[in-house]
Every structure is written in structure tokens, then in C-alpha cells.
């Protein structure tokens, strides 16, 4: 539950950041690794209306969102957050690629993620 909470301190300051931004500028998060999963935790309270953002997409990149049962059961939806929730882009890809020692082949990796996170915005913001 801390965790959480500080990940939303981050998330608002997150939320902040873009608000100060013009009404015509298209907004979205993402990150890698514990980038992709506070970019969720942004997505997360977006969806529950806790932001006054117009979110338009969330990518993460070998990430996940961390203890999400307590922060589920911390937050509270309504059918007009749902269907915000439900409308937004999102997308949660992680790496398969290892090489003899276990570490990720990251050159490989990044080459082909990002040409998959660059076809997906272009399809999902209509780019």
C-alpha cells in the first residue's frame, strides 16, 4: 500500500505536468520498466477520473503495474470512469530475448520494440 501511494504521489505530479500543457497538444505516458509501470499508475487514475487530463495513449515497455490488488481495491469506478477506462490505448509489451548469460539483448530488443510502439501509435492516434 505505501508503494502505491508513492507511485500516485508520482502519478499526480505526472498529471500536473501535463496539465500545464496546451489544450491542442496530444498527451500520453509511457515508459520502461518502472517508467511503463508508473505510466500505468497514471492510466489507473485517469480511468477512476481521479485526473482532469484528456489522455490520449499509455505505452509500456517491460513493465507491469505492481501490487495492483490493493491499489484496485483503493480505488472506486463509476460507469462514466469505466467507459474513460475503457477507451483509452494502451500498450504493455515486455521482451523475450535472452542471451547466454540471461541479460536482455537490448540493441535487438529496442530495435524491434520500437518499430512495433512506433506502428501501434500510428494505427491507435490515426499519426
Not at 505505501?2 to 505530479?13: G, K, R, W
Not at 505505452?59 to 503495474?65: H, I, K
Not at 542471451?99 to 530495435?111: C, F, I, K, Q, V
Amino acid at each position: 500500500m505505501e508503494d502505491d501511494l508513492m507511485s500516485l504521489y508520482s502519478a499526480s505530479f505526472i498529471a500536473s505536468l501535463l496539465s500545464s500543457e496546451p489544450g491542442n497538444v496530444m498527451k500520453g505516458v509511457g515508459g520502461i520498466g518502472l517508467g511503463a509501470a508508473e505510466a500505468l499508475y497514471v492510466a489507473s487514475c485517469y480511468g477512476c477520473g481521479l485526473f482532469r487530463i484528456n489522455l490520449k495513449v499509455v505505452v509500456g515497455l517491460n513493465g507491469w503495474l505492481p501490487d495492483s490488488r490493493s491499489l484496485q481495491n483503493n480505488m472506486v469506478f463509476s460507469s462514466g470512469n469505466a467507459n474513460r477506462a475503457a477507451s483509452l490505448p494502451i500498450l504493455l509489451t515486455h521482451g523475450t530475448f535472452l542471451d547466454n548469460h540471461g541479460t536482455s539483448l537490448n540493441a535487438m530488443y529496442r530495435e524491434y520494440k520500437l518499430n512495433e510502439v512506433c506502428e501501434w501509435l500510428s494505427q491507435n492516434l490515426q499519426l
